[in-house]
Protein backbone atom coordinates (compact mmCIF):
# COMPACT_ATOMS: atom_id res chain seq x y z
CA UNK A 1 0.00 0.00 0.00
CA UNK A 2 1.26 3.14 -0.95
CA UNK A 3 2.20 5.44 2.05
CA UNK A 4 2.36 8.57 0.19
CA UNK A 5 -0.06 11.64 0.50
CA UNK A 6 -1.85 13.55 -0.53
CA UNK A 7 -2.79 17.22 -0.42
CA UNK A 8 -5.28 19.57 -1.12
CA UNK A 9 -6.18 23.03 -0.86
CA UNK A 10 -9.36 25.43 -0.60
CA UNK A 11 -8.23 29.22 -2.11
CA UNK A 12 -10.97 31.91 -2.39
CA UNK A 13 -8.51 33.32 -5.09
CA UNK A 14 -9.37 36.91 -4.15
CA UNK A 15 -9.62 36.64 -0.75
CA UNK A 16 -7.16 38.39 1.83
CA UNK A 17 -5.49 35.61 3.19
CA UNK A 18 -5.58 32.87 0.63
CA UNK A 19 -4.07 35.33 -2.17
CA UNK A 20 -1.16 35.02 0.41
CA UNK A 21 -0.70 31.84 -1.19
CA UNK A 22 -1.20 32.19 -4.99
CA UNK A 23 1.52 35.09 -4.52
CA UNK A 24 3.73 31.78 -3.37
CA UNK A 25 2.66 29.76 -6.08
CA UNK A 26 3.43 32.22 -8.25
CA UNK A 27 6.91 33.02 -7.03
CA UNK A 28 7.96 29.82 -6.69
CA UNK A 29 6.78 29.25 -10.24
CA UNK A 30 4.45 26.39 -8.91
CA UNK A 31 2.00 25.75 -11.64
CA UNK A 32 -1.29 23.72 -11.42
CA UNK A 33 -0.23 21.14 -13.33
CA UNK A 34 3.17 20.89 -11.70
CA UNK A 35 1.27 20.50 -7.89
CA UNK A 36 -0.23 17.57 -9.20
CA UNK A 37 2.59 16.30 -10.19
CA UNK A 38 4.44 16.78 -7.37
CA UNK A 39 5.84 14.52 -4.42
CA UNK A 40 3.49 14.57 -2.79
CA UNK A 41 0.44 15.76 -5.12
CA UNK A 42 -1.10 18.85 -4.39
CA UNK A 43 -4.64 19.48 -5.63
CA UNK A 44 -6.23 23.26 -5.78
CA UNK A 45 -10.09 23.31 -5.60
CA UNK A 46 -11.41 26.81 -5.96
CA UNK A 47 -14.17 28.38 -3.90
CA UNK A 48 -16.45 31.20 -5.20
CA UNK A 49 -17.40 33.93 -3.83
CA UNK A 50 -21.57 34.89 -4.67
CA UNK A 51 -21.23 38.54 -5.79
CA UNK A 52 -25.39 38.66 -4.55
CA UNK A 53 -24.90 37.03 -1.30
CA UNK A 54 -21.54 37.18 -0.43
CA UNK A 55 -21.91 33.26 0.35
CA UNK A 56 -18.36 31.49 -0.29
CA UNK A 57 -18.95 27.95 -2.17
CA UNK A 58 -17.16 25.09 -4.02
CA UNK A 59 -18.13 24.17 -7.77
CA UNK A 60 -20.69 20.93 -7.54
CA UNK A 61 -17.76 19.98 -10.01
CA UNK A 62 -15.29 19.61 -6.63
CA UNK A 63 -15.00 18.07 -3.31
CA UNK A 64 -16.73 20.23 -0.60
CA UNK A 65 -14.99 22.34 1.79
CA UNK A 66 -14.64 20.59 4.79
CA UNK A 67 -16.88 21.35 7.78
CA UNK A 68 -15.70 23.77 10.02
CA UNK A 69 -13.40 25.32 8.19
CA UNK A 70 -11.63 28.95 7.01
CA UNK A 71 -10.22 30.02 3.74
CA UNK A 72 -7.57 29.08 2.56
CA UNK A 73 -7.53 25.36 4.03
CA UNK A 74 -4.65 22.69 3.83
CA UNK A 75 -5.91 18.65 4.42
CA UNK A 76 -3.02 16.05 4.35
CA UNK A 77 -4.49 12.29 3.81
CA UNK A 78 -1.94 9.75 4.93
CA UNK A 79 -3.27 6.05 4.59
CA UNK A 80 -3.99 4.98 7.87
CA UNK A 81 -3.82 7.84 9.15
CA UNK A 82 -6.67 10.31 10.57
CA UNK A 83 -6.82 13.48 8.17
CA UNK A 84 -4.04 16.49 9.21
CA UNK A 85 -5.20 20.09 8.17
CA UNK A 86 -3.60 23.39 8.04
CA UNK A 87 -5.62 26.02 8.89
CA UNK A 88 -3.69 29.57 8.69
CA UNK A 89 -2.25 30.78 5.44
CA UNK A 90 0.97 31.70 6.87
CA UNK A 91 1.04 28.19 8.52
CA UNK A 92 0.32 26.48 5.55
CA UNK A 93 2.98 28.75 3.47
CA UNK A 94 5.67 27.19 5.80
CA UNK A 95 4.49 23.90 5.26
CA UNK A 96 4.73 24.16 1.41
CA UNK A 97 8.00 25.83 1.81
CA UNK A 98 9.07 21.76 3.68
CA UNK A 99 8.30 20.63 0.13
CA UNK A 100 9.18 23.01 -1.86
CA UNK A 101 12.77 23.27 -0.34
CA UNK A 102 16.14 24.68 -1.63
CA UNK A 103 17.05 21.28 -1.61
CA UNK A 104 14.95 20.54 -5.02
CA UNK A 105 15.92 24.07 -6.32
CA UNK A 106 13.24 26.47 -4.97
CA UNK A 107 14.08 30.17 -3.83
CA UNK A 108 13.47 29.95 0.07
CA UNK A 109 10.62 32.77 0.59
CA UNK A 110 11.47 32.83 4.27
CA UNK A 111 14.58 34.08 3.41
CA UNK A 112 18.17 33.45 1.59
CA UNK A 113 20.29 33.92 5.09
CA UNK A 114 19.91 34.46 9.25
CA UNK A 115 19.08 38.25 9.47
CA UNK A 116 16.11 38.13 6.03
CA UNK A 117 14.63 35.41 7.83
CA UNK A 118 14.48 37.25 10.96
CA UNK A 119 13.37 40.80 10.01
CA UNK A 120 10.74 38.37 7.55
CA UNK A 121 9.08 36.49 10.77
CA UNK A 122 9.09 40.47 12.48
CA UNK A 123 7.51 42.14 9.21
CA UNK A 124 4.63 39.22 9.44
CA UNK A 125 4.12 39.16 13.38
CA UNK A 126 3.80 43.12 13.35
CA UNK A 127 1.47 42.68 10.46
CA UNK A 128 -0.87 40.07 11.86
CA UNK A 129 -1.47 43.32 14.60
CA UNK A 130 -1.82 45.79 12.01
CA UNK A 131 -4.21 44.03 9.94
CA UNK A 132 -6.42 43.05 13.31
CA UNK A 133 -6.62 46.89 14.05
CA UNK A 134 -7.56 47.58 10.60
CA UNK A 135 -10.29 45.15 10.23
CA UNK A 136 -11.61 46.38 13.93
CA UNK A 137 -11.26 49.85 12.29
CA UNK A 138 -13.42 48.79 9.06
CA UNK A 139 -16.06 46.80 11.22
CA UNK A 140 -16.92 50.29 13.11
CA UNK A 141 -16.96 52.25 9.79
CA UNK A 142 -17.54 50.86 7.12
CA UNK A 143 -21.20 49.55 5.75
CA UNK A 144 -19.87 46.93 3.15
CA UNK A 145 -18.75 44.93 6.46
CA UNK A 146 -22.05 44.69 8.22
CA UNK A 147 -23.04 41.23 5.98
CA UNK A 148 -19.82 39.56 7.44
CA UNK A 149 -19.04 41.63 10.56
CA UNK A 150 -21.61 40.20 12.74
CA UNK A 151 -21.58 43.80 14.52
CA UNK A 152 -24.78 45.72 13.75
CA UNK A 153 -24.19 49.46 12.32
CA UNK A 154 -26.20 50.34 15.65
CA UNK A 155 -23.43 48.50 17.87
CA UNK A 156 -20.80 50.96 16.22
CA UNK A 157 -18.63 52.59 18.13
CA UNK A 158 -16.53 55.65 16.90
CA UNK A 159 -13.88 55.43 19.51
CA UNK A 160 -12.83 52.07 18.39
CA UNK A 161 -12.96 52.82 15.12
CA UNK A 162 -10.23 56.04 15.70
CA UNK A 163 -8.75 53.89 18.46
CA UNK A 164 -8.20 51.15 16.06
CA UNK A 165 -7.11 53.28 12.96
CA UNK A 166 -4.45 54.73 15.04
CA UNK A 167 -3.22 51.93 16.19
CA UNK A 168 -3.04 50.35 12.78
CA UNK A 169 -1.11 53.69 11.71
CA UNK A 170 1.59 53.31 14.52
CA UNK A 171 2.56 50.03 13.50
CA UNK A 172 3.00 51.06 9.95
CA UNK A 173 5.01 54.03 11.24
CA UNK A 174 6.82 51.12 13.14
CA UNK A 175 7.63 48.86 10.09
CA UNK A 176 8.58 52.02 8.24
CA UNK A 177 11.55 52.92 10.72
CA UNK A 178 12.32 48.77 9.99
CA UNK A 179 12.35 48.95 6.71
CA UNK A 180 13.34 52.77 5.56
CA UNK A 181 17.39 51.97 4.79
CA UNK A 182 16.63 48.64 2.68
CA UNK A 183 13.50 50.10 0.84
CA UNK A 184 14.98 53.88 -0.20
CA UNK A 185 18.71 53.59 0.77
CA UNK A 186 19.35 50.18 -0.98
CA UNK A 187 16.41 49.43 -2.97
CA UNK A 188 15.59 45.60 -2.23
CA UNK A 189 12.47 44.23 -3.85
CA UNK A 190 11.84 42.33 -0.62
CA UNK A 191 11.04 44.32 2.84
CA UNK A 192 13.15 41.85 4.76
CA UNK A 193 16.65 43.76 2.98
CA UNK A 194 19.02 41.83 1.19
CA UNK A 195 19.37 38.20 -0.05
CA UNK A 196 16.17 36.83 -1.68
CA UNK A 197 14.05 38.64 -3.81
CA UNK A 198 10.87 38.05 -2.60
CA UNK A 199 9.59 37.10 0.98
CA UNK A 200 6.36 35.91 3.12
CA UNK A 201 6.72 39.09 4.75
CA UNK A 202 6.03 40.78 1.18
CA UNK A 203 3.06 38.12 0.25
CA UNK A 204 1.44 39.30 3.63
CA UNK A 205 1.84 43.05 3.45
CA UNK A 206 0.50 43.09 -0.77
CA UNK A 207 -1.98 41.34 0.39
CA UNK A 208 -3.57 43.51 2.60
CA UNK A 209 -3.12 46.68 0.18
CA UNK A 210 -4.75 45.09 -2.69
CA UNK A 211 -7.40 43.17 -1.06
CA UNK A 212 -8.66 46.48 0.78
CA UNK A 213 -8.18 48.91 -2.39
CA UNK A 214 -9.94 46.61 -4.65
CA UNK A 215 -12.86 45.63 -1.82
CA UNK A 216 -12.67 48.89 0.48
CA UNK A 217 -11.58 51.64 -1.99
CA UNK A 218 -8.92 52.45 0.79
CA UNK A 219 -5.22 52.71 0.96
CA UNK A 220 -4.16 50.38 3.71
CA UNK A 221 -0.90 52.21 3.67
CA UNK A 222 -2.29 55.62 3.77
CA UNK A 223 0.21 58.18 4.82
CA UNK A 224 2.84 56.36 4.98
CA UNK A 225 5.36 57.15 2.00
CA UNK A 226 8.33 54.42 2.51
CA UNK A 227 5.50 51.39 2.21
CA UNK A 228 3.95 53.06 -0.76
CA UNK A 229 7.66 53.13 -2.59
CA UNK A 230 7.68 49.93 -1.92
CA UNK A 231 4.30 48.45 -2.93
CA UNK A 232 4.21 50.45 -6.54
CA UNK A 233 8.10 49.29 -7.31
CA UNK A 234 6.72 45.48 -6.71
CA UNK A 235 3.08 46.05 -8.00
CA UNK A 236 5.08 45.16 -11.73
CA UNK A 237 6.77 41.69 -9.87
CA UNK A 238 5.66 38.28 -11.81
CA UNK A 239 3.75 37.08 -8.40
CA UNK A 240 1.96 40.32 -7.55
CA UNK A 241 -1.22 38.80 -9.36
CA UNK A 242 -4.07 41.11 -10.68
CA UNK A 243 -7.72 41.01 -9.67
CA UNK A 244 -8.76 40.15 -13.25
CA UNK A 245 -6.59 36.83 -12.95
CA UNK A 246 -7.56 36.03 -9.57
CA UNK A 247 -11.29 36.42 -10.43
CA UNK A 248 -11.09 33.93 -13.56
CA UNK A 249 -9.38 31.61 -11.07
CA UNK A 250 -12.18 31.64 -8.81
CA UNK A 251 -14.81 31.40 -12.33
CA UNK A 252 -12.58 28.85 -14.23
CA UNK A 253 -10.83 26.71 -11.53
CA UNK A 254 -6.94 25.94 -11.70
CA UNK A 255 -7.27 22.85 -13.79
CA UNK A 256 -6.48 24.99 -17.14
CA UNK A 257 -3.45 26.77 -15.03
CA UNK A 258 -2.66 30.11 -14.17
CA UNK A 259 -0.58 33.50 -16.03
CA UNK A 260 2.89 32.89 -14.96
CA UNK A 261 3.78 36.99 -16.51
Not at 94 to 123: C, W
Not at 126 to 137: F, R, W
Request: aromatic share 10%.
Amino acid sequence: MSTTPKITIWLWPSGLFPRRILYYLRAKSLTPSLLLSSSPPIHLIPVLSNPSTGNLAVSPAHEPRPLNTTLPCLRVQTPAKPDFFIYESNAILEYLEEIFSTEKGYVDVRGSNPEQRARSRDIVSLLADATLAYGLYLMNSDPSTLSWSGIAQSDWSAQTAAHARKRHSFLLSRLEEWVEEDVVGKRCLSLAGEGTNVTIADFVLMACVVYNEENYGKDWVEDHGILRIWVERVKGEGWCVGKEELRRLEMEGFEGGYKMS
